[in-house]
């Protein structure tokens, strides 16, 4: 089945990068070419210069890249055992360096280390899977729909991990369906429909542009929720 | 207010498809069967039956794990219990000689039985627990044929047994068999066809993609297990019967864990979870290793080679799941449905 | 309709609900929030089944829930969706809701099968099911494979799958993760037409919007307790909830700030306008 | 050419029983030829493997029913196999001798089916009579493999040990695939019997044979017919010494006729023959001494007749039957393991 | 009395070690592939005719030293050879359905059986033993140095497996793979290599095991290893799939069943029931345990919520 029609799509250094698209898009059929996962029937993906269509995942990983899966997909291992699968030696920080940030960034996997991260809540899983992700030190981070099951206060602190991250200059692709933030988050934005791009262009740009809004932002301009 | 969830049915979307151009089709195969069955040799003849007699064990076996997705490794017991009926019951062993038609309904019942009686302690269990315990069964079973000596004449098997007579036609040479044996099919085929069309078919298919959520539906997943294990049994020892009477002698070597295996293989090969595929599967699994006999000490060796190969080729088995008359139909009338 | 009655559910040390006592009504949309891990999900788990109480009752009506295996709590009248989306994914979609309305006993089971009214009987099933599928727009799908749809038409075969059988109390688990705006909307559309006097629907959301505009009444929990109940408005001002779980009101202003300061600093692609790839 | 067809197992466990065997009436087939054939014709042996399943065994005979130029058949090795495809051979009318030792298996009493080698009943019979008369033992344990072959003259050996006026201590079944009988054998040897009588085919028979002699049990060891090979005394080693095993057939070197079959054995097929190999070559040579005598054009039928006439010395004993097709006198031997080798006791 | 319970045991946890021995092979490839490898007890067989093969072409039958040189280099030839099987006949088929695979697998052990038949012989090969030979006489019961060798060597590999899996980072990859394939891949794991791992130690230690266990009965036969295998897998599953200690307690509780229903099932149904329903017996402990422990004795129930896999095959 061709779910993806002729995508030209391009990420800088440090940038942040948002698509969205409704559901079926293929945003998440994107993501997956980009990792390697699926493989691309034409065209090429190039990373730092480099082409990389036709590599494996785990070669994309040591590459630099970072993907934080639909669905979370932690292992039925103990969140520490988590986060050593992510890890990838000589990449620069060491193991325990990685680990101690992320338990910084959620201190309820550190307080639960040893606990297997199958038995968490759904949104504890998803802290699992983006720290998991950042064990790679990843010059370019993959993020499908990490808000996800999140508690509100918990997506503010995932917006703000994703500023922080971008600050030190990692790249970032960020699916969202949580589009006010994403806008605000975002650098540029591709839109998505039908697996075709739809429309592109600096996040600002785009969330000012009444026709994006009419589609994808509905009741944007109604009540906020706070 | 009303309960919008309550509201009156509409008529169904899709509008009752003609399927019986497709069916008269299949029913070609049976009929064909019986045209050119007879003429031919006894030892392609005596293949055949047998092709029939695995296929039938397949379509049975299918309903355990083509439809109910539980893998049954101890199949081959409830063939056991049906041919070791016929040879307790009809045969010098006790001078007890009951008419073949009472026998093929008591040896399959009794087999269906067993396999209720298998089922209720053991499908709680999941996957591979499940089917490491039913090869016990079937092990059991085996051994328990080998052992009791006084009543099953133990490793020495019951030899002479009666020819078979159904409804005053003697069933003796390859032939006969062929007529029983399609008849047999064409029942089977259609029950498990009905079983696959039917609410029984779903809740089975559900608890194939998902016990925990089937539950969650309603289903009571045990019962419907044990249904499936009934059938599947009944239709086991059906054929075991008639193994029997084919044979007119049967020991536990005939009911060995390999040959459970081989009805496994009979499915998967063929395609899991269509009737077809169990004919397919059958047709093939009988016909291999006949066909290799020219090979003489090589013909195993090759055997375990075009199974590898047959299965890397189609993994998911020669037949497609949804392979049925609406797909045939589909097909021939260019997609549309 | 469906009342929660000093219910504890313990997971080793853990006690991941805490005697608990609510009541869910009939009619209304109850909405359950609360941080991750509060324990939303068990309720829900305990409710259909999935998981034992350890201590207190669930009730529908005078049915004690916990005393049931599983399935007979969906004979009972509850069902639910999943967080983690448990379709059966090889079955066409319409197979999907027919197995809700699979018979529950095993002789009618048969008869079905093997009798005459069998026919008739998986006719008016087949109708259902594709009435509720007209319902929530997922008619074009029906003959699909349910695993082989995008995850958004998979949460609403799910919702179809759990009204199929006309339920008393509908378990939502997080309905609307992973769907955009619009389909939300939708979402929430369908709920609303769901409503209704004899059913008790629970809704478990972090998408606030969705809660405050749908929910006539609202539970908060935290580490396994009721933490407040109340309307829209008072949940919504409570500080408590504020603090576990919406976030300080200043918080989306801060990150707000934040990326504006890192957009003014980096400025990337600045001069690109937008471009239409597609008429 | 004229075609005799056999089936035996040899792929399965018994592969090298139904190996050697099916090569012992090769040679009787090779060496027919190259004396001229019968009636001019050439000799081809139609090898085929039945895997020792009764299933396959019927589908073989079919398969030589049909196949008008095969006028009899050597089949099958085993008693299970033997019975369901003897009632096909009778349907044909195919001269049938088998190998398969079990009473039961001329019960059925078909013209076309001869027997040239003794049945179980001798086979258990002469073990015991030998171990009260000559080794003056009072109590036998007795284990057997639970299958057809090594139950059937444990029971016999049983009978006549317990009517000759001994006590049997423990009569016990093993699985045939069994290569622990540690357990077993602690437990008889608690029993301390005087011999131990072991009913079942190699390599069980060795294995058992040696683990018995590691745990320190003392008595003699008695084993049926398949243990008469070097295999056994190489696989138990020093434990067989003294062991004692009945089989058909004399040694090997016992005659001149045998040593020359071993020798024309080694030649054609580069390795000692099994112990079947001469009965292979004896039941061979039954179907083609038949077939000189018949009158021409051979049918099945005229076979049959021949067969049943026999009157021959063969490598190992006379042969000629009874109606029931069972050999006139059933030849049995009982060899004794002596400083590595099998030595006649009887 | 004492001795002979005393010697039973002894005999128990010899045959008990050997199960154990082939079990962990068993469960490391089932516990990353799910996969009941059903070649494992053909590449059992192969080991120890290479073992042979190799200890005649060296010289050094029968020497426990030249024993160890052997097992190494029988150890790598079967790992490499498993791995090949497993590129051949197992991976081509990842990811399409569970059955799939294990079908392959058996054709691929009905293809190594018959090769070794073809090339090694049918016939029953003497096999020298590399284990140490003497005897100790403890309170009248007999244990030979070779049944203590053999359980030494189980032990020390289930714990050795045991820290690896679980102590080391490469361990922790292995169980992730194990889980899923594609999300390891996705965190920077190749898959293959890992597989290929387990493919390697797995038939390995068969191979090791297989020429353990013809050392210790003296004889290897072509068709020694489906019984076996079949035991130690059902000993694999009774301790708990995918649980290495579990192999090895389902081996022990193999070998005691066995062994003492050998022992006593005559003496204490009165000779009504004999040692022919050993089998039976154990089969019947087998579902009794399982149904009190539906995940094996050390296996780890999961609850159905969390249970990664929907369907069982
Ligand atoms: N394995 C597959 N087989 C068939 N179709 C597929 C497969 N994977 C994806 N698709 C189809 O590709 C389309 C795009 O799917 P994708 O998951 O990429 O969408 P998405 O934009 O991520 O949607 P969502 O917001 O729901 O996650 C969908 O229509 C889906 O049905
Ligand atoms: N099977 C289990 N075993 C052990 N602990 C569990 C299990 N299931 C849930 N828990 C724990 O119980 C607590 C409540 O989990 P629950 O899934 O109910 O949270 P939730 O409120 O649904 O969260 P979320 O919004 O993230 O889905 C969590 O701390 C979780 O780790
Ligand atoms: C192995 C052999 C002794 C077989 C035996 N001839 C039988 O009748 O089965
Ligand atoms: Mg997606
Ligand atoms: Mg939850």
Redesign the pocket.
């Known amino acids: 089945m061709k779910v993806l029609h002729g995508i030209s799509l391009e990420v800088l250094p440090g940038e942040v990068v948002c698509i969205i698209g409704p559901n079926g898009a293929g945003k998440t059929t994107l993501l997956r070419t980009i990792s390697g996962l699926n493989r691309a029937t034409r065209g090429s993906i190039r990373f730092k210069g480099e082409e990389v269509a036709g590599l494996k995942p785990y070669q994309m990983v040591r590459r630099g890249l970072g993907h934080c899966p639909e669905g979370r997909r932690v292992f039925q291992l103990s969140i520490e055992e988590n986060l050593i699968t992510g890890y990838v030696p000589g990449r620069g920080k060491s193991f325990a360096e990685l680990r101690d940030q992320v338990y910084a960034l959620f201190p309820i996997l550190g307080e ?1 280390r040893h ?2 991260a ?9 802290m699992v899977a983006i720290g998991r992700a950042l064990m790679g030190s990843p010059e370019l981070l993959l993020l499908d729909e990490p808000s996800l ?3 509100p206060i918990i997506i503010h602190q995932i917006f703000e991990i994703v500023l922080k991250l971008a600050e030190s200059g990692v790249s970032i692709i960020l699916v969202e369906q949580n589009i006010d933030l994403s806008f605000e988050v975002a650098d540029f934005v591709y839109a998505l429909e039908h697996g075709s791009l739809q429309c592109s262009g600096p996040a600002a740009k785009m969330a000012a542009d009444p026709r994006i809004k009419d589609i994808y932002l509905p009741g944007l301009d109604g009540q906020d929720s706070h | 207010m009303e309960n919008p969830a309550r509201r009156a049915s509409t008529p169904p979307v899709a509008a009752t498809r003609k399927l019986w151009p497709g069916a008269l089709a299949m029913l070609a195969v049976p009929v064909l069967l019986l045209i050119v069955g007879p003429h031919l040799p006894a030892y392609p003849l005596r293949i055949l039956d047998m092709i029939l007699l695995y296929a039938i064990l397949g379509l049975g076996l299918n309903i355990i794990v083509g439809y109910a997705g539980l893998l049954d490794l101890g199949y081959v017991a409830f063939y056991a219990i049906g041919a070791y009926s016929w040879a307790l019951l009809a045969s010098g062993q006790f001078d007890i000689h009951l008419p073949f038609a009472l026998v093929l309904l008591t040896g399959a019942s009794l087999a269906g039985f067993a396999g209720i009686l298998l089922g209720i302690p053991v499908l709680r269990l999941r996957g591979d627990y499940l089917a490491i315990v039913t090869l016990g069964f079937g092990e059991i079973i085996r051994v328990l044929m080998n052992n009791l000596d006084g009543v099953t004449n133990g490793p020495q098997g019951i030899a002479r047994i009666d020819e078979a007579h159904l409804f005053g036609w003697t069933l003796s040479t390859p032939d006969d068999f062929l007529y029983l044996l399609v008849g047999m099919l064409v029942v089977v085929f259609l029950f498990v066809w009905r079983i696959q069309a039917s609410a029984l078919g779903t809740a089975l298919s559900a608890v194939r993609e998902d016990q925990d959520a089937a539950r969650g539906c309603g289903i009571n997943t045990t019962r419907v297990k044990l249904v499936a294990f009934a059938f599947s049994a009944f239709i086991g020892g059906a054929c075991g019967v008639v193994f029997a009477a084919m044979q007119r002698f049967v020991s536990p070597e005939s009911f060995t864990f390999w040959e459970s295996l081989v009805i496994v293989l009979v499915i998967v090969v063929g395609g899991l979870g269509n009737p077809f595929g169990a004919l397919l599967g059958a047709t093939l699994l009988i016909l291999l290793p006949e066909l290799l006999r020219a090979y003489a000490d090589y013909r195993l060796l090759f055997y375990g080679m075009a199974l590898v190969i047959i299965i890397l080729a189609r993994p998911r088995g020669l037949i497609a799941r949804q392979f049925g008359p609406s797909w045939l139909m589909r097909r021939l009338g260019g997609g549309k449905c | 309709m469906l009342k929660f009655d000093h219910v504890t559910k313990q ?2 040390e ?1 006690a ?2 805490d005697d608990v006592t609510f009541e869910v009504k009939p009619g209304i949309i109850t909405a359950v929030i ?10 829900v ?1 305990m409710a259909a089944g999935s ?1 034992g109480v350890t201590s207190g009752r669930i009730l529908v009506g005078d049915t004690e829930l916990q005393k049931l295996p599983k399935y007979r709590i969906a004979h009972a009248g509850l069902s639910r969706t999943y ?1 983690n989306i448990r379709l059966f994914d090889g079955m066409s979609v319409v197979k999907n809701l027919e197995v809700a309305l699979v018979p529950p006993r095993v002789g009618s089971l048969i008869a079905n099968t093997f009798g005459l009214s069998g026919r008739a009987a998986a006719e008016e099933r087949r109708a259902r099911c594709h009435a509720v599928l007209e319902r929530l727009g997922l008619a074009a799908y029906a003959e699909r494979q349910a695993g082989s749809l995008a995850y958004g038409q998979q949460k609403l075969v799910e919702l179809a799958r759990a009204i199929v059988a006309e339920p008393r109390v509908l378990l939502l ?2 309905p609307a993760a992973g769907l955009n705006h619009g389909e939300t909307e939708q979402l929430k559309q369908h709920i609303l037409a769901l409503r209704a006097p004899d059913l008790a629907m629970v809704l ?1 959301e ?1 998408d606030m919007k969705l809660i405050m505009s749908i929910s006539d009444t609202i539970v908060v ?1 935290n580490r ?1 307790r009721v933490l407040a109940q109340g309307t829209a408005s008072e949940i919504r001002t409570n500080t408590e909830v504020q603090e576990a779980y919406l976030g300080q009101p200043g918080a989306i202003k801060d990150i707000e700030a934040a990326a504006r300061g890192r957009r003014n600093r980096v400025r990337i692609r600045e001069g690109e306008g937008l471009t239409w790839h597609q008429p | 050419d004229i075609l005799i067809g056999t089936a035996g197992p040899t792929t399965n466990a018994e592969a090298l029983f139904g190996t050697t065997w099916q090569n012992g009436m090769e040679l009787a087939v090779r060496q027919a030829n190259a004396a001229g054939g019968v009636q001019g014709q050439k000799l081809v042996l139609v090898r085929d493997d039945d895997g020792g399943d009764p299933k396959q065994g019927t589908l073989i005979a079919q398969k030589h029913c049909d196949n008008a130029g095969m006028l009899a058949v050597v089949a099958n090795f085993n008693s299970g196999v033997t019975i369901p495809s003897s009632d096909i051979y009778n349907r044909c009318g195919m001269p049938q001798v088998t190998n398969a030792s079990n009473p039961k298996v001329t019960k059925a009493g078909y013209k076309n089916l001869f027997r040239p080698i003794a049945n179980d009943l001798s086979q258990g019979a002469a073990p015991a009579e030998y171990a009260l008369t000559k080794l003056g033992a009072k109590k036998a344990a007795i284990v057997h493999d639970k299958q057809a072959f090594g139950q059937g003259v444990a029971e016999v050996f049983r009978t006549n040990f317990t009517k000759g006026g001994g006590t049997v201590t423990s009569f016990s079944g093993i699985a045939q695939t069994d290569v622990d009988f540690s357990a077993l054998l602690s437990t008889i040897r608690a029993e301390q019997p005087d011999v131990v009588y072991f009913g079942g085919v190699m390599p069980a028979v060795g294995l058992f044979v040696k683990q018995a002699r590691e745990l320190g049990i003392k008595a003699t060891f008695f084993a049926a017919d398949s243990a008469f090979s070097p295999d056994f005394i190489a696989g138990a080693g020093p434990a067989s010494e003294g062991a004692v095993v009945s089989f058909q057939a004399p040694p090997y070197d016992s005659s001149p006729a045998l040593k020359k079959f071993a020798a024309d054995y080694k030649a054609a097929f580069g390795e000692e023959p099994g112990p079947y190999s001469a009965y292979g070559f004896v039941e061979a040579s039954i179907i083609i001494e038949a077939m000189k005598k018949a009158p021409a054009p051979l049918t099945r039928a005229g076979i049959v007749s021949e067969i049943a006439k026999s009157d021959f010395d063969g490598i190992v004993g006379h042969v000629s039957f009874t109606p029931e097709g069972e050999l006139q006198k059933p030849f049995l031997f009982l060899y004794g393991v002596k400083d590595g080798k099998f030595d006649l006791v009887k | 009395m004492g001795a002979l319970i005393l010697q039973q045991t002894i005999n128990a946890l010899t045959v008990g070690s050997i199960y154990a021995l082939i079990a962990l092979g068993y469960t490391m490839v089932y516990g990353v592939l799910r996969l009941i490898n059903f070649a494992h007890s053909e590449l059992f067989t192969a080991g120890a005719f290479i073992g042979l093969a190799l200890a005649g072409a060296l010289g050094v039958a029968g020497h426990p030293t030249g024993g160890l040189l052997v097992g190494f280099i029988t150890f790598v030839i079967i790992g490499l050879a498993g791995v090949s099987v497993e590129i051949v006949a197992y991976r081509p088929l990842r990811g399409t359905s569970r059955l799939a695979p294990m079908l392959s697998a058996l054709g691929m052990a009905v293809v190594i059986q018959n090769a070794v038949m073809l090339i090694g012989g049918r016939r029953p090969l003497i096999y020298p033993s590399f284990l140490p030979s003497g005897v100790i006489d403890v309170f009248g019961a007999i244990i030979t140095y070779k049944q203590i060798t053999i359980f030494l060597v189980a032990v020390i590999l289930m714990v050795a497996l045991e820290l690896f899996v679980n102590r080391t980072n490469l361990g922790v990859r292995i169980r992730a793979v194990a889980e899923n394939a594609e999300t390891a891949s996705l965190v920077g794991i190749n898959p293959n290599m890992a597989i290929s791992l387990i493919f390697f130690i797995g038939p390995g230690l068969g191979a090791v095991a297989g020429i353990l266990y013809s050392s210790f009965y003296g004889v290897a036969t072509f068709t020694m290893g489906f019984v076996i295998g079949m035991k130690a897998f059902t000993a694999a599953i009774l301790g708990g799939i995918g649980s290495i200690p579990g192999a090895v307690l389902g081996g022990f509780l193999l070998g005691f069943i066995e062994t003492f229903a050998t022992a006593w099932m005559p003496v204490l149904t009165g000779g009504l029931i004999g040692t022919e329903y050993r089998d039976i017996f154990a089969f019947s402990v087998l579902v009794l345990i399982l149904l009190f422990r539906p995940a094996g004795l050390l296996g780890e129930h999961v ?1 159905e ?2 249970i990664v896999y929907k369907s069982d095959f």
């Open positions: 639960r606990q297997s199958g038995r968490l809540s759904g949104g504890q899983q998803q099951g999140l508690a | 997971f080793g853990l991941a609900i609360g941080p991750n891990g509060a324990g939303k999900s068990t309720l788990n998981y967080q688990d997080e478990i972090h929990m396994g | 609850s919520e969390t």
